[in-house]
């Protein structure tokens, strides 16, 4: 079955450290793939997303994001983390005409 | 502007008082969506729209009907409320190869 696996639940980062978030997928074919941040009462906003090419995708605030075929992967990370890009975040994967199957979302909370 | 809106944004109502929460988008994209997301499961889809008429179930459909009668709109209908339905849900919409927008949500609480 399709299915998309975040490993770490929460995880928290001093401000100005770097950030990864991992995501792995399972897919049949290589889907497309997605990172979603939700702030507190907030709806989920597109960070970047993947469909071919470049395996290195850049985003907004910062943040971007490396597929690895080999690993079925496609962490996202971002250099020095800011005390606002405390969140949820969703990685996503989905293919042409089909739903998008999310993962279970990390909450990143950042410390001073 | 690109916008997907939903309505009502908060609902508290009582278990079997049949609902709808709607669902619009000013796009004109073929593709529709309903998810909700709970604490700990991330969101979950409930059904899907490729096209006008055209539905399909999600992962956890029970207790939920949908219609798309028309591209821009893809109402959610609680026929029979239950306490575990209370969730955020959200609507989504985008085309194969573009940016998928989300709803701003909506809030629902069963009694």
């Known amino acids: 079955a399709q299915s998309v696996t975040q490993p770490d639940i929460h995880i928290t980062v001093s401000e100005g450290a770097s950030l990864e978030l991992r995501c792995n997928y399972s897919?049949?074919?290589?889907?497309?793939l997605f990172w979603y941040v939700q702030s507190p009462g907030q709806g989920l906003q597109l960070l970047l997303k993947?469909?071919?090419?470049?395996?290195l995708v850049q985003g907004i605030k910062g943040f971007e994001a490396e597929f690895k075929r080999s690993q079925s992967s496609f962490n996202l990370r971002k250099p020095s983390v800011h005390w606002s890009d405390a969140a949820e975040y969703f990685c996503a994967a989905g293919q042409a005409g089909t739903a998008l199957i999310f993962g279970k979302g990390t909450t990143l909370s950042v410390s001073s | 502007e690109a916008q997907v809106t939903q309505n009502p944004r908060y609902l508290i109502t009582v278990t079997g008082k049949k609902l709808t929460v709607t669902c619009s988008q000013n796009m004109n994209h073929e593709y529709m969506s309903w998810y909700r997301q709970d604490p700990g499961l991330g969101l979950r889809q409930i059904y899907y729209?490729?096209?006008?008429?055209?539905?399909d179930k999600g992962d956890v459909p029970e207790g939920y009907k949908v219609s798309r009668k028309e591209k821009r709109n893809f109402p959610l209908i609680l026929e029979s409320p239950s306490p575990n339905q209370t969730s955020l849900y959200f609507c989504?919409?985008?085309?194969?190869?573009?940016?998928?927008?989300f709803g701003p949500g909506t809030r629902l609480t069963v009694l």
């Open positions: 989504a919409t985008f085309t194969s190869s573009d940016t998928q927008y």
């Open positions: 729209s490729m096209n006008v008429e055209v539905t």
């Open positions: 993947y469909f071919s090419g470049d395996t």
């Open positions: 897919y049949g074919a290589t889907p497309y």
